[in-house]
């Protein structure tokens, strides 16, 4: 049974953290593979960008890389200090970043997340106040 991230992750000992990535059933990533002779260099380029404007949406930066045939190594920085400062409202515009660019959210989608966002907000006074309540109460 696999171990969940949070586990096998100790922010507390290290926020540096070193992934890979691997292609399986003798696929390949990029570079040319010898079994078809297909070239899949074209891929390396975008396997740069897609890692480079996710370190943007999430937290962390990327301290080093390298794109292999068959598989990646990454190298990274967590910032958990920023990702505590987020509100809601900077984690809902990063969720957002993360969409397909060919195609946009409609407007239904974009007023879904409004609402949700302003439930959360709602949520969030309504935590505030409580708190507030309690500490009165003591």
């Not at 540096?16 to 696929?27: G, K, Q």
């Not at 390396?44 to 068959?70: H, P, Q």
């Not at 946009?104 to 505030?128: D, S, T, Y």
Request: charge should be positive.
């Amino acid at each position: 049974m696999p171990t969940a991230r949070k586990k096998q992750v100790s922010l507390s000992d290290t926020k540096y953290c070193h992934c890979i990535s691997r292609c399986v059933r003798r696929a390949f990533l990029c570079g040319e593979d010898r079994f078809t002779g297909r070239s899949y260099e074209h891929r390396r380029d975008w396997v740069e960008e897609k890692l480079l404007t996710l370190a943007k949406v999430f937290c962390i930066e990327v301290c080093g890389y390298a794109v292999m045939s068959n598989h990646t190594h990454i190298v990274v920085y967590v910032d958990d200090n920023k990702a505590a400062r987020l509100t809601n409202k900077a984690i809902v515009l990063r969720w957002h970043k993360l969409g397909n660019k060919r195609h946009p959210p409609k407007n239904g989608a974009l007023l879904l997340c409004r609402l949700r966002l302003e439930h959360a907000q709602r949520i969030e006074e309504n935590g505030l106040c409580q708190q507030q309540g309690r500490s009165r109460l003591a």
